[in-house]
């Protein structure tokens, strides 16, 4: 008998494994909904998929009575719009310092602890603080994220940075590179899939607080309409939202990983 | 090619000696071959030519003048790993050192300039048997290949001297006769003084016309740190490399 460690599902099998938690989720849906349902059929927690179908359509393909906006859609831009520019943000600033305090000692020995520090402030303590000095607009919910996420881009950044190995950098000198030309063919180019790295692992801190924002002030996004409904214990509203933002994650995730490989296939081979 | 010059140099780190008086005149275009026990400050020696240490007392000279104290494209070093650029294919590696040279501010060359040096690169490429890998990344050449690759992107710097560190120690046998006939004709014909330290006896005399030996001369058994090594023996071999090619 073959040790456990060396068993490797065949591709149908691992296909079928990974849909299987998708199945059973659901199915426990399906099975706890019809319970409830049938003790009560006004019950409001496990909607069922009738209502939740009549939901979806009503979000995402029906102008909203009171505004003449197809919801889900106003919502989803809003929040896409808010995450892509702050993660864009982010992402530049954060390969910046990275590439800086990574290369040059003196901005290390100048910026590395401050950025240190400042990551370990938590951002959603901050938030009142933004939503006073910046109102309630976008820049206050972009600010959030980006003061959440940038300092832990950064850091890992300059930690990427500081493992090349040193024989690669004196190598480079020895072939006449000036401390810019080393940053910007050398070491930056190397960066660059840690930065998609450090921006898929983020993605989830990001919405966390791009919906924690929307839930304080907004008009319109992914967030704001979940904790709108929630007044009204308006499940059939939440869950296919949340859903939905789960996809809109995945998929960014998806494409960042796609895009490494395309972009870098240097780095796949070396991993 | 250069001469190089060390005076009465010493290097210490704090208590610890690691070299103790050392005193060479190595002339230009001579191979040299270093060899000697671990930790006897054959690196180290080869570090301070390159520039990034400095000696604690004692000169260090090239054709007489004081050494420059960071690496330049004077100096050109083959590691034992790590010297390649992985990012880069084989060409866009040979390349760079071009690049650099040639582009202060972009690194890169475009039109004329640049067919120049891909014709330069290729004709290397192709000399060093690198012509049909040349779209590859270093990830996907053989330990030899790599080696072959690092040599080369000095070399097309065209230093005046060539460092290299223990550069074949991590290639089989057989792949070595190779390397060091590619190692020979680009000596002879890029006219560079070069320096190698090995773990290969046979080899040191094989290739270099100057073997030196760092030992330590004395020994502190309660004190290992005391004493330094220093260059215990230092034989002249072979003049012509041109005679060994053909041998």
Known sequence: ?271 | MASVTVKRLWKEYGRQVVLENLNLRIEDGEFVTIVGASGCGKTTFLRLLLGVEKPTRGELLIDDKPIPPEPGPDRGIVFQRYSLFPHLTVTENLLLGLEFTGSRFLGRLFGAKRRTALEKANALLDSIGLYAARDKYPSQLSGGMQQRLSIAQSVICEPEILLLDEPFGALDPGIRADMHEIILRLWSQNRMTVFMISHDLKESFQLGTRLLVFDKRRQDPQDPDAYGATVTYNLPLKAKATDRLAA
């Open chain 1, 1 to 271: 008998m073959p040790r456990l460690i060396n068993l490797h599902p065949p591709r149908g099998s691992a296909a079928f494994l990974a849909v299987l938690p998708f199945l059973v989720l659901i199915a426990a849906y399906l099975f706890g909904s019809n319970t409830r349902l049938e003790a009560n059929p006004d019950d409001k927690l496990l909607p069922s998929v009738a209502t939740l179908v009549d939901t979806v359509h009503a979000y995402a393909f029906e102008e909203d009575r009171r505004s003449g906006e197809v919801l889900l859609w106003v919502d989803t831009w809003a929040s896409l719009k808010r995450i892509v520019v702050a993660l864009g943000i982010s992402a530049a600033i954060g390969l910046g310092l990275g590439l800086t305090i990574g290369a040059i000692p003196y901005i290390r020995a100048l910026a590395a602890p401050f950025v240190a520090a400042v990551s370990m402030i938590p951002p959603l303590a901050i938030l009142p603080v933004l939503f006073i000095v910046l109102g309630l607009g976008e820049v206050a919910k972009i600010a959030l994220i980006v003061i959440g996420v940038t300092p832990v881009i950064a850091r890992d950044v300059a930690l990427r940075a500081g493992e090349l190995p040193t024989e690669q950098l004196i190598k480079a000198q020895t072939l006449g590179a000036s401390s810019w030309l080393l940053s910007t063919r050398i070491i930056l180019p190397q960066l660059w899939p840690r930065l998609i790295d450090a921006v898929r692992l983020q993605l989830g801190c990001a919405w966390l607080f791009l919906i924690a924002a929307e839930a304080i002030a907004s008009t319109e996004g992914l967030g704001y309409r979940i904790f709108l409904v929630r007044r009204y214990l308006a499940m059939d509203v939440i869950l296919p939202y949340v859903f939905w933002i789960t996809l809109l994650a995945f998929l960014m995730d998806w494409m960042l990983r796609i895009a490494r490989r395309r972009l870098f296939p240097w780095a796949e081979s070396q991993r």
